[in-house]
């Protein structure tokens, strides 16, 4: 069991940088594939970032490739989101996901944790 809790959200004029956090609880969670999902108002959750537990690999989607960094410190318990030159676009409320294994899934139903969510508001 893995239970994650999101922090860092907030309003932000577009072009600035915003870092979310995401501690997790529980045991193994070097063990788990850590990923950042995010939902608009009337849209479907998507995939943001993912790194994989075993080597550190990341995956990105295109729409934020360059822009967010996606780390992890296993000491700490804790996945972060570093997001630089956000956009309007970026809106969203942004959840932290993990899943069992090593591949950096985006598919939001292959993630079996998920925490409670971040508002992130970019100001045009």
């Known amino acids: 069991q893995v239970q994650l809790v999101e922090s860092g959200g907030g309003l932000v004029q577009a072009g600035g940088s915003l870092r979310l956090s995401c501690a997790a609880s529980?045991?193994?969670?070097?063990?788990?594939?850590m990923g950042w999902f995010r939902q608009a108002p009337g849209k479907e959750r998507e995939f943001v970032a993912a790194?994989?537990?075993?080597?550190?690999?990341?995956n990105y989607a295109d729409s934020v490739k360059g822009r967010f960094t996606i780390s992890r410190d296993n000491a700490k318990n804790t996945v972060y989101l570093q997001m630089n030159s956000l956009k309007p676009e970026d809106t969203a409320v942004y959840y932290c996901a993990a899943r069992g294994g090593s591949y950096y899934d985006t598919r939001a139903e292959k993630y079996g944790y998920w925490g409670q969510g971040t508002q992130v508001t970019v100001s045009s």
């Open positions: 790194i994989s537990w075993s080597d550190g690999s990341t």
């Open positions: 529980g045991r193994a969670f070097s063990a788990y594939t």
